[in-house]
Nanobody, 117 residues
Framework: VQLQASGGGSVQAGGSLRLSCAASSTILRHGNVGWYRQRPGNQREMVALISVTGGTNYADFVKGRFTISRDNAKDTVYLQMDRLGPEDTAIYYC????????????WGQGTLVTVSS
């Protein structure tokens, strides 16, 4: 199973980007998917989560600005990012956690988001 994160780029503050996380299989339909980020000089942190049933959870620093969603027909999870600020500059990663007798997780490669002031 492979995850492919895409959609990163460079934007000015106040702009928007939409990240996509696509899987090489249907694994995203059966797992809890999260977006994480790692800002320069910082540890990786959770940004947003979406469960198998569609429930969502957001880090306080993105509430009201970012929206996570899933399209099971396309085996893709999205992260819509609005009102971006320089503090959102980071490498963004997606991950899926799934249970098959025990919990396992798969991580995609990161996609770089750069926000200029």
């Amino acid at each position: 199973v492979q995850l492919q994160a895409s959609g990163g780029g460079s934007v000015q503050a106040g702009g928007s980007l939409r990240l996509s996380c696509a899987a090489s299989s249907t694994i995203l339909r059966h797992g809890n998917v999260g977006w994480y980020r790692q800002r320069p000089g910082n540890q990786r942190e959770m940004v947003a989560l979406i469960s198998v049933t569609g429930g969502t959870n957001y880090a306080d620093f993105v509430k009201g600005r970012f929206t996570i969603s899933r399209d099971n027909a396309k085996d893709t999870v999205y992260l819509q990012m609005d009102r971006l600020g320089p503090e959102d500059t980071a490498i963004y990663y997606c991950s899926v956690a799934f249970y098959t007798g025990q919990w396992s997780s798969v991580w995609g490669q990161g996609t770089l988001v750069t926000v200029s002031s």
